[in-house]
């Protein structure tokens, strides 16, 4: 089992930068594929980015080229470095823990479902 606890959030203005992290406790984070998700009022939760355990990312549409996801493995960290941002990205980020084989995580890193742990989340807000 892992213990995830993001932390970072905050109040940012839009074109602002802000970085999360996650930290981890429990089972060695070398043993995860890892990822983002957010979700915003009234909306579905929704995936942002992954690193695999092998550190190969993916992103979604709407943060690519803005988003930067990494891992520290020794440091029992995750991290998502997010530029320019905009109010869209107003959200709960949620980090999150699979223990999937790497042939099916890389197929279904986008899905709620192939995640074993979450984290409580953490509040960002953009707005001016």
């Known amino acids: 089992q892992v213990q995830l606890v993001e932390s970072g959030g905050g109040l940012v203005q839009p074109g ?3 970085t999360l992290s996650c930290a981890a406790s429990g ?8 990822g983002w998700f957010r979700q915003s009022p009234g909306k579905e939760r929704e995936f942002v980015a992954a690193i695999t355990r092998s550190s190969i ?13 990494s891992r520290s493995n020794m440091r029992r960290t995750l991290t998502l470095q997010m530029s320019g941002l905009k109010p869209d990205d107003t ?28 984290g409580q989340g953490t509040q960002v807000t953009v707005s001016s």
């Open 16 to 18: 602002g930068s802000l």
């Open 27 to 34: 089972s060695a984070l070398h043993g995860f594929h890892l």
């Open 57 to 69: 990312t993916f992103y979604s549409n709407s943060v690519k080229g803005r988003y930067t996801i």
């Open 91 to 118: 959200a709960v980020y949620y980090c999150a823990a699979s223990q999937l084989i790497s042939g099916s995580f890389n197929s279904n890193y986008r899905e709620e479902a192939s995640y074993n742990y979450w």
